[in-house]
């Protein structure tokens, strides 16, 4: 008889949600989903990260009371460039007039 002994690993997934700050409707009947954020810590990055990387295609926008902030103490890069880096439409605050342009009225 053979036989082996953990010699196979088995992936699974485990069940996460995120729930977006706002949901836009887009006049092509889309959603634009909006993230809002002060702070954004590292938790919060890697959430929206795994939720893109997961649901591919999303209309996914962040809108920051200051884009310019450092992501860490000993970082150089920004909420912006995170976002850059990311391929994420970001602006700072308030929304700008051409993302409501965008959307349905009423």
């Given at each position: ?34 993230e809002t954020k002060g702070y954004f810590p590292s938790d919060d ?10 649901n591919p295609g999303l209309d996914f926008r962040m809108l920051f ?42």
């Open positions: 008889m053979t036989f082996s002994y953990e010699a196979l690993r088995l992936p699974y997934v485990q069940s996460h949600y995120y729930t977006p700050d706002f949901l836009l409707q887009k006049l092509d009947g889309s959603t634009m989903i909006v990055r890697g959430r929206i990260k795994r939720a893109l990387e997961a009371s200051n884009p310019l902030t450092k992501i860490g103490k000993k970082s150089a890069t920004t909420y912006a460039a995170w976002c850059d880096r990311l391929g994420i439409p970001w602006a700072k605050a308030p929304l700008p007039q051409a993302w409501l342009d965008e959307c349905r009225r009423g």
